[in-house]
């Protein structure tokens, strides 16, 4: 018998390769079609009693040479392989995708543009505390332009004992002061049954980093039609923020925007740690439009200018920072509110680089 030479072994195993890949393509069809079912089911991506069940029956017809060790090591790459198609497929499907919608998503907020050509700045105080202190920080922020003005009336506090907002009344004033000086107002909501009421006086809902994965609270937001501002959460990958807004968006209200308040890291030199990247990756990954909070993300009044710099430099559709008449006597957030001189000396400084 002759033996075979090693080219015409390699042609063999050439041969091979090509029936095996194959095989893989035809295993991939079949895994996309499965993801399909469990997306339609609900059903958990990843199932270890099945892997478990599939291994133990590959071990039971291995006959060598691979040992049942590696015959292991070999299909778990493949199951892990086809498990990242599942959620590859599944990532491009969702409607807040750039590849479900490949243009930009402008959120209209009245007559004002959000994730236009042009960003945006948005201030105002942490908490609304009374009708006089909103009122002079409305009239501060309107004397230099900006036309959109935010302040909490519920507040999520990491202490019960803390302020936590004047609720109803909060919103009351914000709806009274926006009237007076023609500005449009943002406010976070806590509680599901309170969304409807607030777009009477409202003009964008903010949904906090707290609340990133209250999906009854998403759930509500998306039965509405009011602008809705989503913070990333505290400790939230970008795949679960993507995923907090597809539960807003799902339920029919397309008016969503995201906003980048820094995420908690084990460095203590800022609040928390503004995670710039997630700028361009947001942009990228969906076509919503990003905003980034710097306030909250870094808690420093003196990196406020280059951080927002930054943040439009990597394609941010606006900036949002916290103005105080008197931060010393704030309510909430003391330390990292601006004052009226501090504030007009910050937008300047921003508006100085020419990305706002």
């Not at 990196?303 to 920072?321: E, H, R, S, W």
């Amino acid at each position: 018998m002759t033996t075979p030479s090693l080219e015409q072994l390699r042609n063999k195993l050439n041969i091979i390769n090509h029936h095996l890949l194959e095989l893989l393509s035809d295993r991939a069809r079949v895994v996309q079609e499965i993801g399909d079912v469990k997306e339609n089911q609900g059903t958990p991506k990843f199932d270890p009693v099945r892997e478990k069940e599939m291994l133990s029956e590959l071990v039971a017809a291995n006959k060598g040479p691979f040992d049942d060790k590696t015959i292991q090591h070999l299909f778990k790459q493949i199951f892990q392989a086809s498990l990242n198609l599942q959620e590859s497929e599944h990532k491009k499907h969702l409607l807040v995708s750039r590849n479900k919608q490949k243009e930009d998503t402008v959120v209209h907020i009245g007559d004002v543009a959000v994730g236009g050509s042009k960003p945006l700045m948005i201030a105002g105080p942490c908490s609304v505390e009374s009708y006089k202190q909103v009122r002079l920080v409305a009239k501060a922020i309107k004397d230099t332009g900006i036309s959109v003005m935010r302040g909490g009336a519920f507040k999520p506090r990491t202490s019960p004992y803390d302020f936590q907002g004047l609720g109803i009344e909060g919103l009351k004033i914000l709806k009274e002061v926006a009237g007076e000086f023609g500005l449009k107002t943002i406010s976070e909501i806590v509680d599901p049954r309170h969304i409807e009421l607030a777009s009477e006086y409202i003009d964008v809902i903010q949904i906090g980093a707290r609340n990133m994965q209250n999906f009854e609270l998403l759930k509500a937001a998306g039965e509405v039609r009011t602008p809705i501002l989503l913070k990333r959460g505290l400790a939230a990958t970008i795949d679960e923020f993507l995923h907090a807004a597809e539960y807003i968006v799902s339920r029919g209200n397309t008016q969503v925007m995201l906003i980048e308040r820094g995420i908690r890291t084990y460095e203590k030199a800022t609040r928390n740690t503004l995670d710039i990247s997630a700028v361009p990756i947001l942009k990228q990954e969906s076509h919503l439009p990003v905003l980034v909070d710097v306030t909250h993300s870094t808690g420093r009044k003196d990196i406020l200018v280059p951080c927002a710099k930054a943040a439009l430099a990597a394609g941010a559709d606006g900036i949002m920072v916290e103005v105080h008449p008197d931060p010393a006597t704030a309510l909430s957030d003391a330390a990292q509110q601006l004052n009226i001189d501090e504030f007009n000396r910050f937008y300047s400084g921003v508006k100085e680089s020419g990305l706002l």
